[in-house]
């Protein structure tokens, strides 16, 4: 069954201290995956891909095939990292289906 | 580029009744996919259209349906509404011919069932 898993639903950190956003996933093949974001009163947008390697705004994430995850990570949490962040996978064939994580909302305290 | 427009934003029906909903995408984006948003059930996948086919479904009954249009545009209905029908409706765009999938949201329709 194709399935994302973000175990946490609330992430709360204190300014300046690491993030580590969870993210387990299940899917016979090989998926793409992806972190979306949603800041408050903002429509959903995409953070980043694995195969894209990059890191952007200080998060990156790698995928781990043999533990099914990828996890987002942040050395240094900021006020303004604070929105829902949702995990996603989409296989490899012609359709662009999404399937999201429930999502785990970071609070990132000053 | 102007990004993902729905329309209406907002829309209030009684059960029984049928709702129709509107998505342009972004221009030159020929795929547009339809998720369904609830804090409940969180953001689940109803379809993908590409060049005016149905490409894939999620599994919802079949009174969601939708289709698109040529210029891409794409629409939604949903018939003989329930009350577990009230949520936040997505639309997406993508540009085809990418080596990944990624996908451009819309702001939403918030639709209420009474």
């Known amino acids: 069954a194709q399935r994302v898993t973000q175990p946490e639903k609330l992430l709360s950190v204190f300014k300046g201290a690491p993030v580590e956003l969870k993210c387990n996933y299940s899917y016979s093949g090989s998926p793409e995956l992806f972190w979306y974001v949603q800041y408050s009163r903002q429509r959903l947008q995409l953070l980043l891909r694995h195969i894209s390697r990059e890191s952007i705004k200080g998060f990156t994430a790698d995928l781990n095939k043999g533990e099914t995850s990828f996890h987002l990570k942040k050395p240094f949490a900021q006020e303004e990292d604070s929105a829902m962040y949702y995990c996603?996978?989409?296989?490899?064939?012609?359709?662009?289906?999404?399937?999201f994580g429930s999502g785990t909302r970071l609070l990132v305290r000053p | 580029k102007a990004g993902v427009t729905q329309t209406p934003r907002y829309l209030i029906k009684t059960r029984g009744q049928q709702v129709t909903l509107s998505c342009s995408p972004i221009?030159?984006?020929?795929?547009v996919s339809w998720y369904q948003q609830t804090p409940g059930q969180g953001l689940q996948f109803l379809f993908e259209?590409?060049?005016?086919?149905?490409?894939n479904k999620g599994n919802f009954p079949g009174r969601f349906s939708g289709r698109q249009f040529s210029n891409s545009r794409s629409e939604m209905n949903v018939s003989t509404l329930e009350l577990g029908d009230s949520a936040l409706y997505l639309c997406?765009?993508?540009?085809?011919?990418?080596?990944?999938?990624?996908?451009?949201f819309g702001p939403g329709t918030r639709l209420t069932v009474t």
């Open positions: 221009s030159g984006h020929r795929s």
């Open positions: 259209y590409f060049s005016e086919t149905q490409r």
């Open positions: 997406a765009s993508s540009l085809e011919g990418q080596t990944s999938y990624e996908q451009y």
């Open positions: 996603a996978l989409s296989g490899m064939d012609s359709s662009y289906k999404l399937i």
